[in-house]
């Protein structure tokens, strides 16, 4: 209880100090971020449509999980809807991860459109409105893993998925896909005749994302936007000057826009022409190091070169299931990890298992901060001896 006699200097201080500066800074003036920062030190951590191998592909809940095993990125593939929202999802068709078949009122819906000169059927993304598709739910993709959450998440939106990662409890990267920009253009139209590429740079734009790779603005909210489309990419670099990755399909797929083969798209003078505009390539791992009868066979010079261009490379995808994992590595994602880390040098890896990719970084990979303390530490105990001597 207070004693009355102390209620006059409190009164005072009270007066006074409403017009001072107070002792701590008030949560709504305090703009510094005392977050956990993002590691730079080790490759990256880049959870591949959320923990996707648990909980259904690009969920709120997916993210959530990610950011809680220890995801430096969480990445999205971004559509539209018929209505212009950009959305997070990965099919332009609904039909393989969503609960569609069951609403009789779409059952008309379903349509034949060319994607990137294929004939594809289904219920495509571009025909409903962010209405509509809030009323599906999301499944689980592969039968193989864990259903029991098939039909309760929605489909999020791009501002929806940004959220999650601002409200992490320490430094969460985005790392957002530009999916399907030609078919996407094609069929959604948006006021003023502003392209897909446009709405998806104003949108991080609107929520603080800036900067170059590693520049102070980008540690605060780091971000690297990736595409499989070269045109996408050079015309965003005029838009932003956040870093860009070049994503790379499989050798037998040309890219969507330029229509280029892949040995065209990874030589030397594709390389050194598209740094102008990204800090590194997303290749298809088994184009880096081909696999026979499920064995790897020897790795290409890909990693080499790019590194040599100053590029980092991503490759997608690892998933921990046997049905995924090639037989040098005995069924042991482990030594997957290992291999292509240690042996491949990688500086980011795509993985449906966040989780198993960072308690392998864990085990193995002390973090630049904790060298730093063990090297602090060593000092201090050579200094200590030093004075021991000297007395
Ligand atoms: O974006 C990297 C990797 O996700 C590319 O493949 O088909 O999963 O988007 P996809
Ligand atoms: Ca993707």
Redesign the pocket.
């Known amino acids: 209880m207070l004693e009355t006699r102390s209620l006059p200097i409190i009164v005072l201080l009270l007066i006074t100090g409403s017009a001072a500066r107070p002792f701590f800074p008030l949560p709504s003036k305090d703009t510094e971020d005392h977050r956990q920062p993002l590691q730079t030190s080790r490759p990256y951590n880049i959870a591949?449509?959320g923990s996707n191998g648990e909980i259904p592909e690009e969920t709120a809940a997916a993210y959530m999980r990610a950011i809680e095993e220890g995801a430096d990125f969480i990445?999205t593939?971004i559509l539209s809807s018929k209505d212009g929202v950009l959305i997070c999802f990965?099919d332009v068709t609904l039909d393989a991860t969503t609960n569609i078949a069951d609403f009789k009122q779409f059952a008309n819906r379903k349509t034949t459109y060319e994607v990137q000169g294929v004939n594809m059927t289904g219920w495509f993304i571009v025909d409903f409105t962010l209405e509509e598709l809030k009323l599906l739910r999301v499944n689980q993709r592969y039968p193989f893993r864990d259903q029991q959450y098939n039909g309760k998440f929605q489909i999020i939106t791009f501002e929806e998925y940004i959220a999650i990662a601002l409200d992490a409890p320490r430094v969460v990267g985005i790392?957002p896909?530009i999916?399907n920009p030609v078919f996407i253009n094609q069929h959604v139209k948006w006021p003023g005749g502003k392209r897909f590429e446009d709405i998806f740079v104003k949108t991080l734009k609107k929520y603080g994302y800036k900067g170059s790779y590693l520049s102070k603005e980008w540690l605060r909210q780091p971000a690297f936007i990736?595409s499989?489309a070269p045109t996408s990419l050079v015309y965003i670099s005029n838009l932003t000057d956040l870093p860009k990755i070049f994503?790379i399909d499989d050798v037998t797929v040309p890219t969507q826009d330029t229509n280029q083969s892949y040995a065209e798209i990874t030589s030397d003078s594709y390389l050194d022409y598209i740094k102008e505009y990204v800090v590194g390539i997303?290749p298809?791992k088994d184009t880096v190091v081909p696999v026979e009868g499920n064995y790897l066979t020897m790795a290409t010079d890909l990693v080499a070169r790019a590194h040599a261009h100053n590029l980092q490379v991503?490759p997608?995808?690892y998933r921990n299931e046997n049905i995924f994992l090639h037989f040098n590595f005995h069924q042991d994602p482990y030594q997957e990890y290992d291999y292509w880390i240690s042996k491949i040098g990688v500086d980011g890896l795509?993985t449906d298992f966040t989780g198993s990719l960072h308690d392998f970084q864990e085990w193995t990979t002390l973090l630049s901060s904790n060298d730093d303390s063990a090297l602090e530490l060593l000092h201090k105990i050579a200094s200590m001896i030093q004075s021991y001597k000297r007395g």
Do not use: A, N, V
């Open positions: 591949h449509r990445e593939d990965h790392y896909e999916k990736q499989f994503l997303g298809w991503h997608y995808t795509f």
